[in-house]
């Protein structure tokens, strides 16, 4: 359910940076190309079919990335760091150096 949750999310954006890209260019053809119809028509249909199907659906695709991680629960780390050593992880204060303290196993 959260893997159609998020396919629906993204095929939202996919929708709205279609709209918003076809209108775009669709007024600026008509800017362009000025009163022949023929023209505008293919440049419209040119443009959107090589041009702003494909970068909707990528932009789409990665609008919706961050939202679809959240959703089937992985977490985003910033960096792939590997505790070394004697190192602990953020907010651990204890030690499990049982063999300083005597109370390890016999």
């Known amino acids: 359910m959260k893997r159609f949750l998020g396919k629906c999310i993204e095929y939202a954006f996919v929708a709205l940076l279609f709209a918003g890209l076809f209108f775009g260019l669709r007024s600026g053809v008509n800017y362009f190309v000025g009163t022949d119809e023929m023209h505008a028509y293919a440049y419209l249909f040119l443009g959107t079919a090589f041009i702003i199907f494909p970068v909707s659906l990528f932009g789409g695709y990665f609008l919706a990335r961050p939202i679809q ?37 016999l």
């Open 69 to 105: 991680r959240r959703l089937s629960g992985r977490e985003e780390v910033s960096s792939n760091h590997t505790l070394r050593g004697y190192e602990k992880p953020h907010g651990v204060t204890e030690t499990r150096d049982y063999g300083n303290e005597g109370s390890g196993p």
